[in-house]
């Protein structure tokens, strides 16, 4: 997808620090992390959002949620963290490709909205 941010970081066009690839999906450090643990998890095709999930291109996120443990693990989270994703204007979504925000190292705000 032309002009999409992370799929130029897919691509390599732009340099990402990367903690985990596969053939379907990438996860990186956020450029500007909100938790001492912060990690973004994005499918290798591009989907806009959660708002753009059917039937046909869900099967990603299932993929993706069987590597978040992994990730967790991997980064010492053992008491917790929070996965997010927001989801356009409203939903504070600034990043028009489907991603999913690993949160942790820290007690979190229990402020939800
Ligand atoms: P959103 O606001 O869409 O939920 O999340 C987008 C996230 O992407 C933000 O947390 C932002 O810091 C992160 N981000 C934006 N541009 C870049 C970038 O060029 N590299 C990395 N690693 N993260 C980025
Ligand atoms: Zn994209």
Known sequence: MENCLFC???AGDIPSTKVYEDDKCLAFRDIAPMAPTHILVIPKAHIGGVDELTADNS????HIF????????EEGLANGYRVVSNVGDDGGQTVRHLHFHILGGKKLSTEMA
């Open 8 to 10: 130029k970081i897919i």
């Open 59 to 62: 099967a990603v996120v299932a």
């Open 66 to 73: 069987s590597v978040i443990p992994q990730i967790a693990k």
